[in-house]
């Protein structure tokens, strides 16, 4: 049974840097999305950024480009998202989700398997 664990989430000052990781366990190799989402109290699950485990191709949403890095290792069985410069609206708790190749990376529906999720505060 193939489970993914987020760890990582932590609080840190505004400014500030963190990485979380999403372990795939009981991994079959095969190229798949892998994508970080986040949700704040209040608001709804919003997309963060999302790597083919194969192709390496990795997309991101427009708040975090140039401040957050996904990447994996270990051919795809970690995916890790490096955040950098964090601000207060980064906070929330942050899960990582797989799905097959042809999903839309973004979108959270299109994904079949999630974490529990890792939770990141931020403050100012």
């Known amino acids: 049974q193939v489970q993914l664990v987020e760890s990582g989430g932590d609080t840190v000052q505004a400014g500030g840097s963190l990485r979380l990781s999403c372990e795939v366990r009981?991994?079959?190799?095969?190229?798949?999305?892998v994508g970080w989402f986040r949700q704040a109290p209040g608001k709804e699950r919003e997309a963060v950024a999302a790597?083919?485990?194969?192709?390496?191709?990795?997309v991101y949403v427009d708040s975090v480009k140039g401040r957050f890095t996904i990447y994996y290792v270990n051919t795809g069985s970690t995916v890790h998202l490096q955040l950098r410069r964090l601000q207060p609206e980064d906070s929330g708790v942050y899960s990582c989700?797989?799905?097959?190749?042809?999903?839309?990376?973004?979108?959270?529906?299109?994904?079949?398997?999630w974490g529990q999720g890792t939770q990141v505060d931020v403050s100012s």
């Open positions: 989700a797989a799905g097959p190749v042809g999903i839309r990376p973004l979108l959270a529906a299109e994904y079949e398997l």
């Open positions: 009981g991994f079959t190799y095969g190229e798949r999305w």
């Open positions: 790597i083919n485990t194969r192709s390496g191709v990795d």
